[in-house]
């Protein structure tokens, strides 16, 4: 079975600061996929981010990054110099790669508040 | 700029009544999933479907749920008769066949908020 865990329910920060997000995942699978997404008050879910578990290079996309630790099953977003409109709900997700099993499973989310 | 489009985007119902939902995917996908979103459960899925065949169905109630694509463009999602524990937003989301590049990553729609009284 596949498990993901954010065990990070809140986190208040202020504006300009950094935040990390946590994510730790399990799986029996060999080859995997991980995900975040960010849902904003609006209420859908974006894409942010897509990695397969062959892939360790860590990823940074403008002020996102993401560190991807194969050895302690863990998936961490990292958002630098936070703004206002970071505010949302983010989840991490996992997915496996064999057919018939292709469901996100996702974690519980973090809600992440931007103080200004 | 493609994206799921899905409606209504919310719904209103009596106990009792029979509600449909609707989903367009990206053009080109031939992957589509039902997602439901609860704060007691979170997200979980329902469905998914690939070039219109059902390929999981297991986390759907089968007695009052049910799911199709008349067509490439089109998956439903229907409820009857609907109960108050319905209550949810329900996601649909869609993806390119597995093997093409960005196979694996799934776009969601905006959700249709639905509340059963």
């Known amino acids: 079975a596949q498990k993901v865990t954010q065990a990070q329910t809140e986190i208040s920060v202020v504006e300009k600061e950094d935040v990390t997000l946590d994510c730790v995942y399990e799986t029996r699978d060999t080859t995997y996929y991980l995900f975040w997404y960010k849902q904003p008050p609006s209420g859908e879910l974006v894409f942010l981010i897509r990695?397969?578990?062959?892939?360790?290079q860590n990823e940074i996309s403008g002020r996102y990054s993401w560190n991807f630790q194969k050895s302690t099953s863990s998936f961490n977003f990292t958002i630098t110099a936070s703004q206002v409109v970071d505010s949302a709900v983010y989840f991490c997700a996992l997915r496996g790669v064999l057919f018939g099993n292709e469901k996100l499973t996702f974690g519980t989310g973090t809600r992440l508040t931007i103080i200004p | 700029d493609a994206r799921v489009t899905q409606t209504p985007r919310h719904k209103v119902t009596e106990m009792g009544q029979e509600v449909t939902m609707r989903c367009q995917p990206i053009?080109?996908?031939?992957?589509v999933f039902w997602y439901r979103q609860t704060m007691m459960q979170g997200l979980e899925l329902l469905a998914y479907?690939?070039?219109?065949?059902?390929?999981?169905d297991s986390g759907m109630p089968k007695d009052r749920f049910s799911a199709e694509m008349p067509d490439a463009t089109l998956a439903t999602l229907k409820i009857q008769p609907s109960e108050p524990r319905d209550s949810a937003v329900y996601f649909c989301?869609?993806?390119?066949?597995?093997?093409?590049?960005?196979?694996?990553?799934?776009?969601f729609g905006p959700g249709t908020r639905l509340l059963v009284l």
């Open positions: 053009l080109g996908h031939n992957t």
């Open positions: 989301a869609s993806g390119k066949a597995p093997g093409l590049a960005g196979g694996e990553t799934q776009y």
């Open positions: 479907f690939r070039n219109r065949a059902p390929l999981d």
């Open positions: 990695r397969n578990s062959f892939d360790e």
